[in-house]
């Protein structure tokens, strides 16, 4: 997105699909204080993915058109963007079978802007069909079965799509949205395929999965009609907090001097998304609730519309953030399972790459299973086959001797991720389990979510991540960056990912900041045992007035 100049002389604002997901106040900021970024350096997290996005097409561009380059059309990135879009539309017009790069022309009334990795000519029907390729995954295999719908894919190198049984489609607004733009910048030069259709290549760059643009065509419209509004302008915004604000360079930026950032701004006017984000935010203010004020004097009933966590927790959560309590009870007295033999884990891994340490702390002695081939290696199959043999050893150890064992994670969605990853990738290797052994294990006791229990048990006004819940309990991290984005900018520089000699140091700080999650993990626990009850108020001390 961005301003330029139109066909008579005037300020023209721009639009591309990247903008059509996320927050309207940050692409009104954007597009009226550009300036105040220059020079601002992108978010570290933000920056890898961007790259890694970048790696992912190239590899995809370079291995299509090897296979078949006569079918191919490249568009030379080194033109500016007039040549490209004209040499983009002289290949359709041509009839190119195949188009990659292509560049569409920029709209000067309706403000739109967009390329496309890939055009694929519809030979039965004419016009083009749009292919986005991203650095996510767009489907998820499953075992075949019955069902009543199977998404369409078709292959790498024909355009003939069928049902699939084999995958499921996991759900990206935001290509769906790109490919709508795509198909209507297609269709004012009449360009596009009837068959009202997009492609997307993923990460696994398996197949093309095929979206049904037509059931999308007016939620897009709708969108793009609100989003230009606001780059232009004519619809006002205010900050309201959305997951995205921990990326955005605004949240801690104001956009003009003497001004404020979103961060500011929301706590001086105690705004509700601080305690309700996102779209709770919305519908409390369709009920007049602005602030968190409002939310704690709340003595109606219940919203008919209130579609999340119980109501009276909201309520509850508004009130303990006014009082600066950092975490409610839900329940009388806090349980956690405990065991005999208590195993800490905590993974680190690298974008969809793999997963390169498994850290566990037992009786105070910390382990790393590590690998510091830069990943995709083979080697992360050996460190994995380590981990968790060395598991089920202490597992074993502790039944033998009569005793109960228990291994605990912080939110097990990653850990249970790269578990089944794992045996699937690394299937046949020595010491690598079968995935239905990962399933018997995680699915039993013996695997326990400490952010279930904290989940389960307490009211967090701000946020249930361990580094929001840990302090309460007591526990600091050594080092001040420590985070998940922050590993893996250090990861890159450890293993000399980008061809630079690898940097020892920061093997050392990402070692320390898995030892620091597993220890918090543990403090935690012990926490929750010996002293929350009497430390953190229970939700009675909330009550409704």
Known sequence: MYSGIGDHGERAAFLDARALIGCRHRLLLDATHPQVLTGVAEDAGVQQRREAAAAHRL????????ADPDAWTVIDPKQTAAQRAAATIAAMEAGAERIWGGLLPQESDTGRRGGCEILWHDGDRGGYIPVVVVNHKV????????????????????WAPKPDKHVRTRPQPRDQQRLAHLYRMLQRHGLASPALVGGAIGYHFDRILVHDLGPVLDDYDRRYAER????RGELPTVPSKVPECRQCPWWTRAPEEGGKSCEKWLIEQRDVSLVAPGSRAEVLRRHGVETIDDLAAWTGEDPEDWQYEPFTETVVTARAWATGAPLVRRVEHVRVTRADVEVDVDLESFQEHGAYLWGTLLDGVYRPFVTWDPLPTEDEGRSFAEFWNWLMQVRADAAAAGKSFAAYCYSRTAEDKWLYESARRFAGMPGIPTEKQIQQFVDGPQWVDMFQAVSDQFICPNGKGLKKIAPVAGFHWRDAEAGGEASMAWYRLGVGFDGGEPDMSQRTRILEYNEDDVLATKTLRDWMTDRADAQVPGIADFARR
């Open 139 to 158: 489907s998820d295999p499953r075992q075949p079965g019955p069902s009543d719908y199977h998404p369409l894919t078709t292959g790498l190198y024909e």
């Open 59 to 66: 590899n995809v561009r370079d291995t299509l058109v090897t």
């Open 228 to 231: 230009i509004s606001v780059v």
